[in-house]
């Protein structure tokens, strides 16, 4: 047997094997979500499962046989590695390999006709520039958010959108405008976290095509504007004048309705009323001071005020 061709054959099992293992282990657990499509690229038509052309075989096998003259350099050049949190999506000749994306490991690539494109899943977390937005009640806010995202499926975030994280980004800006634009000044500060799922839940679904998923997104601040914040605080100091004066008129009146039983109950009772008039002489005396008021009562007066009369 030529030993050329048992070189090709040797490659080409190489390549399969590895396939083959990467295959098993992208296998993955899936939650269960929006229902899943029959084309899993939105009506896009990809050629990983179709046969090579004349062309491309010859391409293959001239790779191949490159590489085999290279031998051992060329090791470092078809073989690659990607991390835990990566994965690496193959295309051979501007078309997508079958198999899926490689990873975590060591993947095979032929020289001069195979690129790969690196794909981080981590999650992802940017910042929402503060956006100016007019409420229901046509208020202007300026709001910010902060969004946390992750690939979920390599290869739609690499054949379905061009750059995966710019065009959530944007979304995410466009999104915090339309939602919050049908809010309540009221709801907008009350009801942050309900609007915030909202947000996520919109997020999600728009970006579920790109393979990318949306955790979570937080309303980080609402900022309002200062004739605005001048008039909650005169509205808020207002409200707590009207219940300080109402508190205070209920005291009057149970200190009135108080003073109005203890007179009865002295009036009843001539020496209570003597009684009262010699304690609060004593806490007089007791603060020191120097003029003491002697009350006279009117009954003495009664017979110096009956002669001046005659």
């Not at 190489?14 to 979500?33: V, Y």
């Not at 009684?275 to 120097?290: M, P």
Request: with cysteine.
């Amino acid at each position: 047997m030529n030993p050329s061709t048992t070189a090709v054959q040797t490659a080409y099992i190489m390549e399969t094997i590895t396939e083959s293992n990467h295959s098993l282990d992208n296998r993955e657990i899936r939650i269960p979500g929006p229902p899943r499509r029959q084309n899993p690229y939105q009506g896009l038509e990809t050629s990983e499962h179709k046969s090579m052309g004349c062309f491309e075989i010859f391409a293959t096998t001239l790779s191949i046989i490159l590489m085999i003259l290279t031998f051992p350099v060329s090791v470092f050049i078809c073989f690659k590695m990607v991390t835990e949190y990566e994965r690496a999506v193959i295309f051979r000749m501007g078309r997508l390999r079958s198999g899926g994306a490689r990873g975590p490991g060591v993947f095979f690539v032929l020289p001069c006709i195979d690129n790969y494109s690196k794909v981080d899943l981590r999650t992802v977390s940017f910042n929402v520039p503060p956006q100016e937005i007019l409420t229901r009640d046509s208020v202007t806010v300026t709001v910010d958010a902060v969004v946390y995202y992750r690939i979920s499926e390599p290869l739609k975030s690499i054949i379905q959108v061009s750059n995966a994280s710019e065009s959530t980004r944007l979304l995410a800006a466009t999104t915090l405008r339309n939602v919050l634009g049908t809010c309540d000044l009221s709801e907008l500060l009350k009801e942050r976290e309900g609007i915030s799922h909202t947000m996520q839940i919109s997020l999600d679904e728009a970006t579920y095509p790109w393979g990318v998923k949306v955790e979570r997104v937080e309303i980080k601040d609402v900022s309002l504007p200062k004739s605005m914040q001048r008039a909650m605080a005169a509205e808020a100091e207002a409200a707590r004048d009207a219940r300080a004066k109402v508190i205070a008129a209920e005291g009057e009146m149970k200190s009135s309705q108080a003073l109005k039983e203890a007179s009865d109950i002295i009036s009843a009772s001539p020496a209570a009323l003597q009684l009262r008039y010699l304690q609060t002489l004593t806490s007089i005396s007791a603060e020191k001071n120097s003029t003491i008021i002697f009350p006279l009562p009117i009954d003495l007066l009664r017979p110096f005020m009956g002669n001046n009369s005659a």
